[in-house]
């Protein structure tokens, strides 16, 4: 019987074997192919490895599955407990060792997809500030990526893009490196507590900080949380209300840290987020306060030297400065990863 969708004539003979053999060829070739596309995929796309945590109704996008040595580590249901190995453990989405807890999550909420990496530390030591190519100054520049491998940082973000600018109070791993405070700018203030507090730029003295021990500033803003409400203020040299990628950082507890990257600009994927909405995610996961830091190109995320969200322009953007988080002292004997 010719079938309505069949264009071959009616007398034409039916040849299975071929069609098998077709079939067996045709497999072989998809098998291929899909070998050939995962040796291409660029380091850059490992935004798929954290689980994915659906919000608010939200429907799941496409993605890869999470591949074995990324994904989190479990035991059969009647696995006897074990006892946890002293060496540090990693794998794409989490480290752990004696000092330092990194566990990073992929949520996608409405319209929008964030990477929340929830951060402890045993030393305020150990959240620093690098500088691409090593030095401060306008004309340095690097991807996020270099510079966290750079100082060999476990975890790191975009700052503030200090080196676009020729103003603001720059102080960095304890150094003063500019003192020009603005009028409408709100500052971020890491004391040496490892504590975090917002305050208006041109109420303070940089002399005063650094005496006392006062270990980095980022002057970009605004405040997005303080004393755990909202804290965003009714105008700001940037917009509020557009959706743009998004990169902040806000403290739960003492030496326990969020730091948000938000993915934009990727319609069908992820839209970005308004500064409202990204301050509701840190107030929902218990910030204290929180802080925005430089975004849209620049919000990156990296962890264990590989790009962890999709950057909205496609590719990394070459940026002055990060936020990382250090590695332990590995001349004490201890080993990065197992």
Request: hydrophobic share 35%; glycine share 10%.
């Amino acid at each position: 019987m010719h079938h309505p969708t069949d264009s071959r004539p009616d007398d034409a003979p039916d040849m299975p074997q071929m069609r098998r053999s077709a079939n067996g060829t045709l497999g072989l070739l998809l098998c291929a192919m899909i070998v050939l596309m995962a040796a291409l995929t660029p380091a850059s796309e490992y935004y798929d490895r954290a689980p994915v945590v659906l919000r608010n109704n939200a429907s799941p996008v496409a993605h890869r599955p999470i591949p074995m040595q990324a994904a989190a580590r479990t035991q059969p249901p009647n696995a006897p407990e074990t006892t946890a190995s002293p060496r540090p453990v990693s794998n794409t989405m989490n480290y752990v060792d004696a000092d330092t807890e990194i566990h990073i999550e992929r949520v996608q909420e409405g319209d929008y997809v964030y990477f929340a990496a929830d951060v402890k530390l045993s030393d305020a030591s150990q959240l620093r500030a690098g500088f691409a190519q090593g030095k401060y100054g306008k004309n340095y520049r690097a991807y996020t990526s270099k510079t966290a491998e750079d100082v060999g940082a476990l975890l790191a973000v975009n700052g503030d893009y200090c080196g676009f600018r020729n103003d603001g109070i720059i102080i960095r791993n304890g150094i003063l490196y500019r003192d020009k405070a603005q009028e409408k700018i709100q500052l971020l203030v890491i004391d040496k507590e490892g504590d975090l507090r917002i305050e208006n730029e041109r109420d303070v003295d940089a002399d005063a900080l650094i005496g006392a021990g006062v270990i980095h500033t980022y002057s970009f803003g605004p405040g997005l949380v303080i004393d755990g409400q909202p804290a965003l203020p009714e105008k700001y040299w940037l917009s509020l209300s557009a959706h743009e990628p998004r990169t902040a950082i806000g403290q739960l507890g003492p030496l326990h840290y969020l730091i948000v990257t938000v993915d934009g600009r990727r319609s069908g994927y992820s839209d970005g987020v308004t500064l409202a909405e990204l301050a509701q995610i840190f107030i929902d996961r218990g910030c204290k306060v929180a802080y925005n830091l430089d975004g849209g190109g620049s919000a990156t995320m990296v962890m264990d030297g590989r790009v962890v969200n999709r950057v909205s322009g496609g590719g990394e953007r070459s940026v002055s400065d990060i936020i990382y988080i250090a590695a332990p002292d590995l001349s004490q004997g201890g080993n990065r990863y197992d």
